[in-house]
Structure formats: structure tokens, C-alpha cells
């Protein structure tokens, strides 16, 4: 079935530092790829996605690259700040398959 | 646009009692999914409704059902709670047609099983 993992164990950095989180995924046909975010108290917001190969999704400053060759989906954020403190998931949906699939998502916290 | 709603926000509840929980989806939205968010196990798929049909299931037990209105509205049921039900439980709404189904999470019921 499809799966996906991310790297282990929270993310701390300094503010202005660059961020990076590791996703892999394993799936049948061409996934979706997505990354969503949870402040605390809040639900998921969809940050970012993308729907095929070598595509980059991107938004406030975020971006990642749909790799089909590596399995991988990598975020990252070249400037950090401290309110991007939240937990970050990656999550894929299988080609016509309203159904997401998330991994255990990455604690990242920004210190002044 | 309005979001996506979910009702209640907090709820407490017995061990062997039942619960409903409410989503209403962003206007124009005709698919509504359930996730269950622990500690433990993550983000669990529960169920979608698409235009009042149950279009898909994940591996959770009978107890845990759902049903969506003609207006899009979804209720979701766990009967005879159990301790491990505590959890955070997520509503999406998409269009539920096309390519990919972007999905808009709601804020969140969060239950509480003694």
C-alpha cells in the first residue's frame, strides 16, 4: 500500500537558518505529493503540492521537488523564522484516490 | 469563503458511550474524508463521502461510521467508546472530482474518553 516516511525526531534551529525535512514515499502509479502544516490547537493547512514528476511546488517561501527517480519529496526553506514553528507533514493520494496518506510529521521549532 | 467547520470543538466522554461529531464542508465542496490524530499512530484515514455515498474506508472497526447529507454536511458516529478513541479528529473537505483532490482540513473535534 502506499506509505510515506519522514525523517525521525524534531527539528530545532536558529532563526534565518536553512530548513530542511526529508520525505520518501512508497506507492503504485503516479501519486499526488503534498505538504501540510498544524500550528498548535489548529487543524492542517495544505502548504504545498505537487501532481507529477520534477514538479516543485512552492509557497511562502517553502518548496519542494516531486522526484519520481529517489521516491522523495524533500521541503525546504531557505530563511527561517520563528513563526514557523509547527509540525509539518508529508502526505501522498494515490492517482484518482481521495484518501491521504501522511507520515508521523517533524516537530520543527525556531529559536530567536 | 467560509472554511470548514467542525462541531464540537471539545468533547468529554464515559468509556462505553456514543458520540456524533459534524463537518461542514466549504461551500461547493461535495467530498468530505474523517481522519483520527493520536499520539501514537499518526494521522489515520477514516472514511470519505462523496455526494452521500461512502466512496472510501480505512481499517478502523464497525464502531466508527459515518453519513453525509444532501447539503454536503457529514456526521461522524463512534458507538461503545473505548479509551484509545481519545484523539483528535480532522475533517477535509475537497470537490472530490478531477486529477487530485486537494484537501482543506477542518479545525478539529477533540474527544476525550474517561
Known amino acids: 500500500g502506499n506509505s510515506v516516511t519522514q525523517m525521525e525526531g524534531p527539528v530545532t534551529l536558529s532563526e534565518e537558518a536553512f530548513l530542511t525535512i526529508n520525505c520518501t514515499y512508497t506507492?503504485?502509479?503516479?501519486?499526488?505529493l503534498f505538504w501540510y502544516v498544524q500550528y498548535p490547537g489548529e487543524g492542517l493547512q495544505l502548504l504545498l503540492k505537487a501532481t507529477k514528476a520534477d514538479d516543485k511546488g512552492s509557497n511562502k517561501g517553502f518548496e519542494a521537488t516531486y522526484r519520481k527517480e529517489t521516491t522523495s519529496f524533500h521541503l525546504e526553506k531557505g530563511s527561517v523564522q520563528v513563526s514557523d514553528s509547527a509540525v509539518y507533514f508529508c502526505a501522498l493520494m494515490g492517482y484518482g484516490n481521495n484518501r491521504l496518506a501522511f507520515g508521523k510529521g517533524n516537530q520543527v521549532v525556531v529559536i530567536p | 469563503k467560509a472554511g470548514v467547520t467542525q462541531t464540537p470543538r471539545y468533547l468529554i466522554k464515559t468509556r462505553g458511550q456514543q458520540v456524533t461529531l459534524s463537518c461542514s464542508p466549504i461551500?461547493?465542496?461535495?467530498?468530505v474524508s474523517w481522519y483520527q490524530q493520536t499520539p501514537g499512530q499518526g494521522l489515520q484515514f477514516l472514511f470519505e463521502?462523496?455526494?452521500?455515498?461512502?466512496?472510501n474506508k480505512g481499517n478502523f472497526p464497525g464502531r466508527f461510521s459515518g453519513r453525509q447529507f444532501s447539503n454536503s454536511r457529514s456526521e461522524m458516529n463512534v458507538s461503545t467508546l473505548e479509551l484509545g478513541d481519545s484523539a483528535l479528529y480532522l475533517c477535509?473537505?475537497?470537490?472530490?472530482?478531477?486529477?487530485?483532490?486537494?484537501?482543506?482540513f477542518g479545525p478539529g473535534t477533540r474527544l476525550t474518553v474517561t
Open positions: 506507492a503504485t502509479g503516479y501519486p499526488s
Open positions: 477535509a473537505s475537497s470537490l472530490g472530482t478531477g486529477d487530485t483532490y486537494e484537501q482543506y
Open positions: 463521502y462523496f455526494s452521500e455515498t461512502q466512496r
Open positions: 461551500s461547493g465542496h461535495r467530498s
